[in-house]
């Protein structure tokens, strides 16, 4: 691998990392800085198709707006770079909470798994933006000993 190509990669995960961070911090000015100004998509998971900076940029502007805490946990990741595109897949191990209780202690924390393809361009400056987004959720099975919904162990729960 060229000096060149590593430190392309190197970007590209700093990038991503960013793309992260600007959501675990609800801050929509970071983010709007990270993508690319025209063609982007995103696929948030459970949610259809979005297209256009104005539509992207909303879906995340709702979802800070109306979530309390999220903490991402990337695993699985993985950066290709091909010319001026690349090409990130990683797992999200997300973390996300509800309202503080009324006596001040934290809300309720809930975990998830998505899976997430994110596709970089680089821009005329040399930096990374992400043109597009794909978010979809992992079925995981849980072994719940004290299973009173009536499903057996080894199903599928999202």
Known sequence: MSHGASTDIEAVEAANTALYDAVEHADLAALTDLWMDDGISVVHPGWPTL???????????LIMANTDYVQFFLTDVDVSVHGDTALVSCTENILSGGPAEDDG???PLVGGLVVATNVFRRAEDGSWKVWSHHGSP??????????EDGLDDGDVHL
Do not use: K, M, Q
């Open 138 to 147: 992992v079925l995981v099975e849980r072994e719940d000993e004290d299973d």
């Open 105 to 107: 202690s934290a809300g």
């Open 51 to 61: 297209t256009g900076r104005e539509e992207v940029l909303r879906s995340y502007a």
